[in-house]
Structure formats: structure tokens, C-alpha cells
């Protein structure tokens, strides 16, 4: 079975002629009568549409539904990558889980810092905030832990932060 099989799969049952003849079968009874109050071309659009998807396969004694057609479309279709590194701790952009390991929170805080100041550019407590928030649910808490790791720094007055220097 290809990667692609299950396009056959919905397409066959989005039909209602054929979803009603599949059905039929599934609950026993014979191809040959389900499609019995079909036309004749019908009928036989609805046979080859199942069969071509691998919903039925032609047996001696008529026809028999495939048992095995969706778990062997599940296993032909293609993985996503998971996801690695910090990654694995962010959701289209936005973390969404906070590392319990020391290492891992180090680096998930790297990563936030980058991509909310770039090297020699200050910000209000406001402006980052806001840049922040378009990143993690806790700002407040996330913008002390990216202090007290130094990563950013905050100055005396506490008005301003930036990117510490390596």
C-alpha cells in the first residue's frame, strides 16, 4: 500500500452510494445485494471505486471486506518528524512546556532570549513584555528566569534589558 492510500480511502467514502454499499458489507451481507437497487453502471462504479480504494477485495466466493485496509493505511502514510532540541518545548512558535532538566531549561531560555532581543538592543520592561507574551503564557516569570540564568540583563534601575555579552 502506497503513502497515499487513504486519499482512496476517503474518496470512496465520501461517496454515499458507495459509504451505504461498504456498510452493507461490512455487516454481512453480499455485494451482489447491496448493490442490487443500483443501476447497473452505478453499481458497477460503486464495485471498482471499493475495490481500486481496498475497502473489498474480489474473493472466489464474490467479494469480502478488506479487515486490514486502515491500519495498513495508517502504517503506509508518512510520520511527521518529532520534533528535537528545544523544539520539542515549543507549539507553532510559542513554548508551551518548561524543561524539568537544568540543561534543558538553559537552552529553551537561550532560545526565548534570541528570539525576543537581538545584540545591543534595549528595551523597556513594556517592549519586552510584549515580545514575551507572544512567546509564553508566564512573562513575568519567564523574563526573571532569563535574568537570574544571565542571560539578559536588567539595568540598575530596572527600566530597561538587554542581551547580556558573552
Do not use: C, K, Q
Not at 532540541?85 to 529553551?108: C, I
Amino acid at each position: 500500500m502506497n503513502e497515499n492510500a487513504w486519499r482512496a480511502i476517503l474518496a470512496a467514502l465520501s461517496d454515499d452510494a458507495a459509504r451505504e454499499v461498504y456498510a452493507r458489507v461490512v455487516l454481512g451481507e453480499r455485494l451482489d445485494a447491496a448493490v442490487a437497487a443500483l443501476a447497473p453502471a452505478r453499481a458497477r462504479r460503486v464495485t471498482t471505486t471499493l475495490t481500486s480504494a481496498g475497502l473489498i477485495a474480489e474473493t472466489p466466493d464474490g467479494h469480502a471486506v478488506s479487515a486490514t485496509v486502515f491500519a495498513d493505511a495508517l502504517a503506509a502514510a508518512p510520520r511527521s518528524p518529532r520534533p528535537t532540541g528545544v523544539d520539542r518545548f515549543f507549539t507553532e512558535g510559542r513554548l508551551t512546556g518548561y524543561p524539568s532538566r537544568a540543561g534543558d531549561r538553559r537552552a529553551v531560555l537561550a532560545a526565548v532570549a534570541s528570539r525576543i532581543l537581538v545584540d545591543d538592543e534595549r528595551l523597556t520592561e513594556r517592549e519586552i513584555s510584549e515580545r514575551l507574551a507572544a512567546i509564553v503564557d508566564d512573562v513575568a516569570a519567564i523574563r526573571r528566569y532569563l535574568v537570574d540564568e544571565g542571560l539578559i540583563e536588567r539595568t540598575r534601575s530596572g527600566t530597561e534589558y538587554a542581551l547580556t555579552r558573552p
